[in-house]
């Protein structure tokens, strides 16, 4: 099948690893030209380096703190410029624990990253997408909004409130050509999953080093290419009548 991609050009924020990187090879190898943007310069420019040798598209890595208004005006200004079909917001990982596990200040910094992240990057380039009269902003948000649970609080809430408003710009956006919707990866295996998993061992029985115990067999955790495809797809031509959906992708797992 077709994706129609080719040509276009696309950020993934987040992207020095794990279902960011994912997304962007994913899209590199329709012909995608990406811009791909983490904190941490050297992996993402060795990165960067990769996907135009392997896809011969055009690949730029932007260093940015994202949990940082003035960064995230830096990057908005620098994609406008550049021009823009494509937004995948993905950067931030935000801590497990309970309510009184996780203090103030990490809470904040944390949705700093991936809430006001998000938020704020949506409302620096919807306007610039809409003004177009075309594109695509996609949020890979996490299967806890489905199943929030009291041991990974932060994190449920804050991707309930990604999820309200992906939704919730989604359902009118294409009144303007554009398109936002959203994801939500059940566990995944990445660095991030064993960290979270490795919390919760430690919690359980006192022994983080015991994590691989937690790892559930039904379903089995999920691939990164397994999540990028999904992206890849739902930000083509291909699903030009999706908009202010979230799909689910963890096996099954939060239906039963």
Do not use: C
Request: no cysteine; net charge negative; charged share 20%.
């Amino acid at each position: 099948m077709d994706l129609a991609l080719t040509g276009k050009r696309a950020v993934v924020t987040g992207a020095s690893k794990g279902i960011g990187l994912g997304v962007a090879r994913a899209l590199a190898a329709e012909g995608v030209h990406v811009t791909i943007v983490s904190r941490t310069a050297a992996r993402i420019e060795a990165e960067a380096a990769a996907i135009r040798s392997e896809f011969g598209v055009s690949a730029t890595a932007f260093t940015a703190d994202l949990s940082n208004s003035a960064e995230q005006q830096r990057l908005a200004d620098h994609l406008r410029a550049e021009g823009l079909d494509i937004v995948v917001n993905n950067a931030g990982a935000i801590p497990g624990g309970s309510i009184t596990d996780v203090d103030e200040d990490t809470w904040r910094k944390a949705w700093d990253l991936k809430v006001f992240g998000y938020i704020n990057l949506t409302r620096q380039l919807l306007p610039h997408l809409e003004s177009q009269g075309s594109g695509v902003i996609l949020n890979v948000i996490g299967a806890a909004a489905d199943r929030p649970s009291p041991g990974y609080l932060a994190g449920a809430i804050g991707n309930s409130g990604l999820v309200a408003m992906s939704k919730a710009l989604g359902s009118n956006s294409k009144q303007k050509g554009v398109r936002v919707l959203a994801v939500n990866p059940g566990l995944i295996i990445t660095d991030r999953m064993s960290d979270l998993l490795r919390q919760q061992a430690d919690v359980k029985w006192g022994d983080s080093s015991r994590w691989e115990e937690l790892i559930p067999e039904d379903p089995a955790p999920g691939t990164v290419e397994q999540v990028a495809d999904v992206v890849t797809f739902l930000v083509s031509d291909r699903a030009s009548h999706v908009s202010g959906v979230v799909l689910t992708i963890d096996g099954g797992a939060s239906s039963r």
